[in-house]
């Protein structure tokens, strides 16, 4: 079964610039989670979708971040402009469906950006 | 809302040694709890979850963890390290209401020496 593909793996980009990210979730997961991790720091909850409605975005930065899961399928998080402090690694994890208690998110390799 | 800590940002073992990555937690009403490892370049991993059942939970790679209510606690532990268990280890917690979110630890960095 393939896992939860991400690209780019890695990102160099100015400030003020922006980027977008992409992931694919396993076949036949419902839930997708978009998670910011910055150096030193657990994940952090930035968006979850539940097919393509979006269930939780109480923590992504809305002037700036971005993201959306049309079909309900793959998903795209967009940065702009980026900030020097958006540079982290931008982890993407999907789960067979949003039962509470399950907590086994599949996870990507993870995007890092580094905003200069 | 669910804070998870772990003590110790970075551990180091010797190879064959017991390790003990340790981790609390903050809610009244006792959350499922998780482990995941990070191994360098990759994704998350699932180690093991306690979901209410027994409070001692087995996982995968010889990692237990047990859920004691009264400490508020949920350590990892496991009684001979390996070189192949360095790693970055973070503690999770998801509450029990029907809108709870994942919540993780700050993490802690395992390193195992010969």
């Known amino acids: 079964e393939a896992g939860v593909a991400q690209s780019p793996r890695y990102k160099i980009i100015e400030k003020r610039q922006s980027v977008a990210f992409w992931c694919n979730p396993i076949?036949?997961?419902?839930?997708l989670y978009w998670y910011q991790q910055i150096l030193g720091q657990g994940p952090k909850l930035l968006i979850q979708f539940q097919n393509n409605g979006v269930v939780d975005d109480s923590q992504l930065p809305k002037d700036r971040f971005s993201a959306e899961r049309l079909k309900g399928v793959d998903s795209t998080l967009k940065i702009q402009p980026a900030k020097l402090e958006d540079s982290a690694v931008y982890l993407c994890?999907?789960?067979?469906?949003?039962?509470?208690?399950?907590?086994?998110?599949?996870f990507g390799e993870g995007s890092r950006l580094t905003v200069l | 809302a669910q804070s998870v800590t772990q003590l110790g940002s970075h551990v180091s073992v010797s190879e064959g040694a017991l390790v003990l990555l340790r981790c609390n937690y903050s809610?009244?009403?006792?959350?499922?709890l998780f482990w995941y490892v990070q191994y360098p370049n990759q994704g998350l991993q699932l180690l093991l979850k306690y979901t209410s059942a027994a409070t001692l939970v087995k996982g995968i790679n010889g990692f237990e963890a047990e859920f004691k209510k009264s400490e508020t606690s949920f350590h990892l532990t496991k009684p001979s390290a390996h070189m192949s268990d360095a790693a970055e280890y973070f503690c999770?917690?998801?509450?029990?209401?029907?809108?709870?979110?994942?919540?993780f630890g700050t993490g802690t960095r395992l390193q195992v020496t010969l």
């Open positions: 994890a999907s789960s067979p469906g949003h039962r509470v208690g399950t907590g086994e998110l599949f």
């Open positions: 076949s036949g997961h419902a839930t």
């Open positions: 809610s009244s009403v006792p959350p499922y």
């Open positions: 999770a917690a998801e509450g029990t209401g029907t809108a709870s979110k994942l919540t």
